[in-house]
């Protein structure tokens, strides 16, 4: 199994420290909603982590919420709250999301406001040892004592000094250096410290909590590709020199950036489309097939479209996976190895999700082959759905809420809105209406909704349209 990491700039073997799987990833900050972007990176390492379950390892995976932050104390004023309270409105918000999301609870996610005691003990080591200096009732982080400061992010000093990550002020002694605690303001939320009341930087919020609780030495610290500089490294800097232990973490994974348009999507830049958004008009499926099917390293840019296949794309899934058998023919059945074989090492080459991806659909169109021939699938049937599960599908239909007379009446009479029953009407430009439509059907029918389904049927024959049920699922053509 090799995982790329970002220290080294390749792919490595991975060898973690132990029997268990130590892995530490960037939390939210929650001052508004998530979005798809958010959705992106906790996919993909929520599926790191249930791959390395599959394996065998055993996974202890610590994620942190930033719940004191300049943008929350930002937002908080503005609406008249407390960061307290936008805070956990935001954070349940977060854990809702997730859990849409079929993204697994971490094993410990602490709050920065909630682990003051051990961000302050840490800070003072670092001072203690040189690597840090009160100024102004704050207190900064010395770069130039770290040699090998910029390893992660494979730059140098002096480039760093000449860019604009380089910000001077008034009581730092370099620009370079980053603040671990920050002086109290008028009017925000601070904490009592040896150097006065204040708050922790942000670095420092994750560097403490990784080290309490998974130790000086990490097997996978991850989080998406923009915090590879400066917040990943400076936890590297920090973080060895209060332990004097290297690595501070052995693999640094990073996932590409959601984009919409040519942009990174982002809550600062306010180009996003939140979660909830998302899921009104896809499943978490189609959300986590849509992730997956772009290499974890690769930006992704949203895309109707691609959700739109990626929805399709699930129910080929579903029904191969929810199939009933048509036989017991003796030497019929789906031999899955080569499946497995091909899915274990497309995930062992740096977690290739699209072509783990692509085994599961070649899985399905085999069952659907040997369910036509008559075969036993059950089994088959079985190792898709394991499979998939090592992805975060579920493959459940979806639960629809019952329509009432009028909103069925508005969907049905929306048909003949969009396709008027005139000769000059051609299927080929409602193609994706149609699809729609049939889609709707197909979920009446898992609902038991038959009368309903087959009015979708009656209206769609009515203007030319013919609907074939068939194994792989309904297709329909233009009557002659």
Known sequence: MKVYNTLSGQKEEFLPGGDEVKMYVCGVTPYDECHIGHAMSYIIFDVIRRYLQFRGYKVKYVQNITDIDDKI???????????????????????????????GRVDIQPKATGEIPKIIEVIQGLVD??????????????VRNVPDYGKLSHRNLESMMAGECAVGGEDKESPMDFVLWKAAKPG????????????????????????KYLGDTLDIHGGGQDLVFPHHENEIAQSESFTGVKPFAKYWLHNGLMQLGEEKMSKSLGNLITIKEAMEKYSADALRI?????????PLTYSEEALEAAERGVERLRQAASGEDRGEEVGKRVDTEPYRQRFTEAMDDDFNTPQAIATLFDLAREINKYDDEGANTEKAREILKELAGVLGLTLELPEKPSLD????????????????????WQPSENESYIEHLIQLRDNFRAAGQFQLADEIRAKLDELGIALEDTPKGTAWKHKR
């Open 73 to 103: 104390i930002e937002r908080a004023a503005k609406r008249g709250v407390s960061t307290h309270e936008l805070a956990e409105k935001f954070a349940n918000s977060y854990f809702e999301d997730m859990d849409a999301l079929n993204i």
């Open 405 to 424: 007379a009028k909103s069925y009446s508005d969907i049905v009479g929306s048909i003949r809105v969009i396709a008027p029953e005139t000769r000059q």
């Open 290 to 298: 849509f992730i997956l099917s772009s290499h974890y390293r690769s």
């Open 129 to 142: 040892k040189g690597y840090a200096y009160p100024a102004g009732g704050s207190v900064y982080f010395r």
């Open 188 to 211: 925000e939320p601070s904490w009592e410290s040896p150097w006065g009341n204040g708050r922790p930087g942000w670095h420092i919020e994750c560097s403490t909590m990784s080290l």
